[in-house]
DNA sequence: AATGAATGAGTGTTCATTCAT
DNA sequence: GATGAATGAACACTCATTCAT
């Protein structure tokens, strides 16, 4: 019997959704359990915790990013090329994960273990940003920056303006928004004269 | 104004701390009075609810973040240099109320009623960014971006570059994180060869 | 106003009720609610858990045994006086507070921390009679025996004949329980020749 | 017999072990599934419930003591001899079974149906002890106290005294144990002057 | 103005039991 | 015979809010 999508995805969707829409906190097992049309003992039997299935959730999401941005930046790109793709693909990603990328801003700040593992996958995505800065220094091409302040720059800038987006009332207008980040991340908002 | 150091700054005061602290769901009614030596009866006295304290915060927040800022924005100054004084003065208060703006950072994002009008005071900042930005395409001096995008891109590079250290192990140096950030403001990454 | 019996009373009543008709896990904190006429957080507001709800009940039983029987215990009475003293008190006790007992030799065994720590107060209870068995050795009228084995002894005769007839159908017959196990304890079942 | 090691007696040492452990309420069914290395299912294919599985454990155990002890009361011994044989082989038993008998005093006593069936098997026990007192006082030899009382009386001190001894820290001697409570049942405390 | 005892709806979690395979 | 995924009723505990004083 091919059918085996086993009630985990249901459950595994249904949790991205629900804290989506309602944070960490204020999501109850109940609410995922009933969008996943599933007994909430079921999600008990597949997931330790709350706190587990919200772990193993945004381990996936951010693995998404990280591998999804990673295979596209192929090693005989030079730094230039490699840091637009990343652009390129974030903007996509936030319009296409827009849920999860709420989450992604909304749960990362605090001091609870939860959030402190969280911001270290967080970490490993923007490692990509650095490590691409860095390159781009020794090459000669990009401003001698600290890439850590830069990677975590860009990052902010590229999902606070796609959420900003998202969430406001406009259309996600991929293109404009990556044409706008691109000028700004190579060119900043000055015009060489 | 006779400064009486009356019961609600006390409130005030220690919801701040704890709902920095613990974010809005997870801080109690219990903490908040006990951190503001009060009987809990008291906040209900001077604050019809926890979401209306809660509001009263944020936007006392917000208004202490922009006001201070367009303070320093004087008339005379030209788009780049009210831009600078931009970045000089978030970074600033980012140093300065740390534990409000992971408050910021966390609250903003989601569709409760609490966060939308949330996500209007921090627009309401948004728009002094907006506004130099777009009086410097005006002015010929910056490239022709979507103001909006730009604003939300900037914000979002100064706040999340300034939380990712401040919430990390390493010292809060200021002056640094100012200069990269004020080179990829103006100049992005590349270097005009 | 001297009606200050405040819920507290209540719930600690009702408390023993629940826990000795159900025992301690079976017993639920809906339970105590109900049957104190409280609201269930009314429960939580004086005790911090079940487990302390229940320990202090406990403390409270253990010290009314002991403080009562050793209130009884004279300093000129001898050892003999002292042990049928303790023998009629107990079975006196366990007869008023039955419920209490079925308590006692109900959650008292096994390796929880909350059982150790009753077997501890039990045990304070058994250093009485030990200390009056000792007394007795050192006076020459008592078999030389281990206190300690001789104390828990006697205590687990006394308790668990009682509990044999108060669980049982039959009538709880003090007086001539004390006979017997006064007899039992002083002479053994054996005739002297 | 052919011995086969049945899934059916893996489960039942494991529910020994178990409900020793934790008692009757705080043992899980999957505990014991997992002690015994079976699916939680296997065990509802052999026992139709967990107060079943428990019913059958204890009335084996029951079984244990009784039967051992009977088959050691010979027909041509007298009464004091019975009396001396009951009193080594249940301090025997309690350091052999020392988990069982943990079950055997926490869990008769209550109101429910299983504790009421649970006592029923303890009282045929009982009745062994109480039949050679009976016997004795027949013959002469023992004092005429009621049988009921003693019995329960005789069977409450030895389990006491060694559950009080295997619970704590020290060594169970059960030689110096048997003489101690020997020398009380047949004796009492006091010396014949 | 201020208090804090009291409330009860709501939450994460557990676990005996069932049943399709 | 045996399995283990699935269930859902039940439970300990929390906490924003109320209100009599």
Redesign the interface.
Known sequence: MVMRKSKMSLIFQAAIDVFS???F??ATMDDIATRANVAKGTIYYHFKSKEELFFFLVEEGVELLRDGVEAKLLPEMDP?EK?EVIVREQINFFGQYRDFC?IL???A???EERQLEF?KMIRSY?YLIENV?TE?IES????P??P???G??????????A???L?GKKQYDEE??FL??N??????????T
């Open positions: 829409e309602k944070g906190d204020k230039k840091l709420v801003l909304r749960e700040w605090g001091g911001r923007m800065i781009g000669g091409d990009f401003h920056v600290n850590e302040n830069a975590a720059g860009i990052f902010g800038m590229l999902a606070i303006s959420l900003h987006i969430l404009a928004l706008d980040m000028r700004m991340v190579f060119a900043g908002v000055l015009k060489h």
